[in-house]
């Protein structure tokens, strides 16, 4: 059967919506595994890792807090400006948490490593990463995440909420872009 584009001719479906609902739980187990019972503090990078959270705290069950960053470095094109900005700051400190990073994916590595840093001098009790996707190709910092869904190929990648210009991030699957 051809999986759904949405009737959109520049998208072509590389991760279907039941790989990533599997991969995504188990991830939580891992995460569990790892961190144990105890409470997490979730921190979603917002916009694009706004599905996979609402799917992964959901999946982690257990006692789990939610708490957003806003983080601009794409400036709606498909090339990184390697300029990390806050544009909105976490709600609550999270000094002696255990907390849980949670990126879309890992490009440049650029986000993730300032994140890190940013995140990391307010004292969280532990700070682990995950991330949906990586795409190891286009690094520019050294920089990995402790868990990740899946490796993709360098190419630029919507869906489950990356877009393309404020575009696709409703599509229920991750689809290469083709312009
Ligand atoms: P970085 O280059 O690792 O700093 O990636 C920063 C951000 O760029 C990610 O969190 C995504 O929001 C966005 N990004 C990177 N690659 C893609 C892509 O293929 N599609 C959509 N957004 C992307």
């Given at each position: 059967m051809t999986p759904p584009?949405?009737?959109?001719?520049?998208i072509r479906v590389l991760i279907s919506e039941e790989r990533i609902q599997a991969r995504v739980a188990e991830l939580a187990r891992e995460i569990r595994e790892q961190i144990g019972d105890g409470p997490i503090t979730c921190i979603g990078v917002l916009k694009g890792s706004f599905i996979f959270m609402a799917d992964l705290v959901r999946a982690l069950g257990g006692p789990v807090r939610c708490e957003f960053l806003g983080v601009s470095s794409y400036?709606?094109?498909?090339?990184?400006?390697g300029v990390v900005r806050i544009t909105e700051d976490l709600r609550h400190p999270i000094e002696g948490h255990h907390c849980l990073l949670v990126e879309d994916i890992v490009d440049t590595g650029l986000t993730l490593d300032y994140l890190k840093h940013f995140l990391g001098a307010r004292k969280p009790a532990s700070l682990q990463t995950v991330a949906?996707?990586?795409?190891?190709?286009?690094?520019?910092?050294?920089v990995i995440a402790d868990f990740a869904g899946f490796t993709i190929p360098d190419e630029f990648v919507v869906g489950y909420g990356l877009d393309l210009g404020e575009l696709?991030?409703?599509?229920p699957f991750i689809a290469v872009y083709s312009p």
């Open positions: 584009n949405h009737g959109d001719a520049h400036h709606g094109g498909t090339r990184s400006t949906l996707l990586d795409k190891p190709g286009h690094r520019e910092v050294e696709y991030r409703n599509l």
